[in-house]
């Protein structure tokens, strides 16, 4: 069984930086993984990719902003947001992209993060 931990998140002024981690467990066959963020009220949306070949995606909004990386040794993908905006507040979760028969993907159960002005 393969689980997603997170931790990092919390309440940051308008400008700000945090950083998120998320370390995975059990078996798997790594192909990527991410983070997605859920605004109030809307839907979850990708905010930044790490796929195993060492690329990474990102989305318009937190380009020259955010940051991923992967820690291999430690299994754990971070997630460094500087220059926080108000609109980044949300609900941030991690995503692992297993490879297998079937494309499996795993969820953390969500950090939140709360920009302030």
């Known amino acids: 069984q393969v689980q997603l931990v997170e931790s990092g998140g919390g309440l940051v002024q308008a400008g700000g930086s945090l950083r998120l981690a998320c370390t995975a467990s059990?078996?798997?066959?790594?192909?990527?993984m991410a983070w997605y963020y859920q605004p109030p009220g809307k839907r979850r949306g990708l905010v930044a990719a790490w796929l195993n070949d060492g690329t990474t995606n990102y989305a318009d909004s937190v380009k020259g902003r955010f940051t991923i990386s992967m820690d291999k040794d430690k299994n754990t993908v971070y997630l460094q947001m500087d220059s926080l905006k108000l609109e980044d507040t949300g609900v941030y979760y991690c995503?692992?992209?297993?490879?297998?028969?079937?494309?499996?993907?795993?969820w953390g159960q969500g950090t939140q993060v709360t920009v302030t002005s």
């Open positions: 995503n692992l992209e297993a490879l297998g028969p079937t494309m499996t993907y795993y």
């Open positions: 059990g078996s798997y066959r790594l192909n990527a």
